[in-house]
């Protein structure tokens, strides 16, 4: 016979939840509940089934009526505006985290969660605000707050209040390692590699677990033996049966890096293969025909009848840097940073995101582009630069992946300068295969599909020159590396820019640098990455034949 009352209905769903016989122990707490009403205790145990068994949308259900039901408890409104935005039901989240701040104004939590919501919508003014909020409320552990502030700052380009708050978190716990983690990246991003490694193996004196300082000294040092302690630490590490899969691949990735550096390139290119397989497992699948298929599109849509139809909205001076990822955008910019006319931009956010919020597909959407919008998108970008970079230096905006957007760009701004980074394909597909890149760089794990994505990039820059070839400049990275000043001053002049001779002393530029090229472009220049494909000669069969 069933258990009949409350208590024994409850001590029963308990007991089939300790066995994990989750439907059970469902079935008790719902009958529970017809013969009871609203009951907190039942819902609570209710929810935390359906959180268990990922069931959202029946969670989502229950802390609804949980916050209906207990309107003073702010906690539930906070579970519900979590769930919402894991559903991707952002505008209702808003509004559980505005209802769970009203019920309790005072409650830090609440404050804190709603400004990492924000944060994740790009509102980053708001979250700040919020967070601070939190830190006025006098949120337990204040460096975690801190720390997301310094993080915030990083993204608005606000480096020295990044470097105060995160110094701040740090006061307030020494030992909290992502606020030191963040310090460390700072300080590399800074050009302060010996001071970042310093931090990175003051972590890992710590906590020897946390694998991304590990992984970060890899990539900063040049190892010269396959023996080096950083290649044995990264072997141990791999020797772990607990890691997450991204945390594997990283160190897949960064012994390959070392392993490169001691010239053990059998070897490494072995390990740059295992990571590449973990990486598939996280990026979308890369799709030859649709990628041919927009390539023609873009085609089809900037012919020569619409580059003469669009209208100009401003005259100003702008340079942009683009080119396949790990071609040498990132060392031009830099060179072109070390003049006094340029303050670098790194690269800028805005034309993609800006369209995305239009509800604009690219390149189809810009034909639905009234006058009005499309004068709005060009200020909008002026707007930005000038809010993001009080300057009166010319800004450089570097996005190796934007070349399908150079002639939407040269419409709006008809005096705008593209500098075309160039590098051997061999060279380039390999560096890309060598770096662990975010997940929209869907070509990157497999060497055929980087050499696929490489012709389509050459069909698109090849008809470029045709339609507006004057407006581009060719920097080869592999002629620039051999002399670089023929190229330097060629460019310049290309830019209507006088000469500067610090422009060949690029390392010693102290902006910051938030790319895979972070610890190159720090050094006095260096061929050996040109040319770099002979050493993996015998693993690129397939990559010459679909480059040729």
């Not at 020295?160 to 978190?169: D, G, M, N, P, S």
């Not at 956010?349 to 582009?369: D, I, K, N, Q, V």
């Not at 993001?388 to 570097?398: N, Q, Y």
């Amino acid at each position: 016979m069933e258990p009949t009352s409350r208590a024994q209905q409850l001590s029963a769903a308990r007991a089939e939840l300790q066995r994990g016989r989750f439907s059970e122990a469902e079935r008790l707490l719902l009958s529970l509940l017809d013969a009871h009403g609203e009951d907190r205790e039942v819902l609570e145990m209710l929810a935390a089934i359906y959180l268990r068994t990922t069931k959202l949308e029946q969670a989502e259900h229950v802390f609804s009526r949980l916050a209906a039901g207990w309107a003073d408890r702010a906690e539930y409104a906070l579970e519900l505006a979590a769930l919402l935005e894991r559903r991707g039901e952002r505008d209702q989240a808003a509004q559980s985290y505005a209802a769970a701040i009203e019920r309790q104004p005072t409650l830090a939590v609440a404050r804190f969660n709603h400004a990492c919501f924000l944060r994740r919508g790009g509102q980053l003014e708001e979250a700040l605000r919020e967070h601070q909020q939190a830190l006025d409320l006098g949120i337990a552990q204040p460096e975690e707050v801190l720390s997301n502030m310094a993080a915030i700052h990083t993204q608005l380009r606000r480096d020295a209040v990044a470097r105060e708050l995160l110094e701040r978190a740090l006061a307030a716990n020494p030992k909290y390692l992502p606020a030191l983690y963040n310090l460390g990246l700072l300080r590399e991003e800074t050009g302060d590699r010996d001071g970042a490694i310093a931090l990175f193996e003051r972590i890992l004196g710590q906590d020897p677990s946390y694998h991304d300082a590990l992984i970060r000294i890899a990539h900063a040092r040049r190892v010269g033996r396959a023996d080096d302690p950083v290649v044995k630490k990264l072997r141990r590490a791999l020797r772990r049966s607990q890691l997450d899969p991204l945390t594997r691949e990283g160190l897949h990735i960064a012994l390959g890096k070392v392993l490169d550096d001691a010239g053990a390139y059998d070897e490494a290119f072995g390990q740059f293969q295992q990571g590449n397989r973990w990486a598939a497992a996280r990026v979308p699948p890369y799709d030859r025909a649709a990628t041919e298929q927009r390539t023609a599109k873009i085609l089809e849509t900037f012919s020569a009848e619409w580059l003469a139809r669009a209208a100009p909205v401003s005259e100003r001076r702008l340079i942009f840097i683009t080119g396949m990822f790990r071609s040498g955008s990132t060392l031009f910019e830099q060179v072109l940073a070390s003049h006094p006319a340029i303050v670098a931009g790194g690269e800028i956010e805005y034309f993609g995101p800006r369209l995305a919020r239009l509800g604009l597909s690219f390149p189809e959407g810009l034909a639905r582009l009234g006058a009005d919008t499309w004068r709005a998108l060009g200020t909008g970008y002026l707007d930005y630069l000038d809010r993001t970079f009080p300057t009166d230096r010319i800004v450089t905006d570097k996005r190796p992946d934007a070349f399908a957007l150079l002639p939407l760009i040269r419409a709006l701004f008809p005096n705008a300068r593209f500098v075309h980074t160039v590098r051997d394909p061999l060279d380039t597909c390999l560096s890309i295969f060598f770096e662990q890149l975010d997940s929209g760089v869907i070509y990157a794990t497999d060497l055929e599909n980087a050499a696929h994505y490489y012709n389509q990039y050459r069909l698109l820059m090849t008809r470029w020159k045709v339609l507006f070839g004057a407006a581009i400049f060719d920097a080869v990275y592999d002629e620039f590396v051999v002399d670089p000043e023929p190229t330097t001053r060629a460019l310049l002049r290309f830019l209507d820019l006088d000469w500067h001779a610090g422009c060949l002393e690029f390392q010693r530029v102290a902006n910051r640098v938030r790319t895979a090229s972070v610890s190159q472009v720090r050094e006095p220049l260096y061929r050996r990455s040109s040319g770099r494909w002979r050493n993996y000669e015998r693993h690129l069969g397939a990559l010459r034949r679909t480059l040729e």
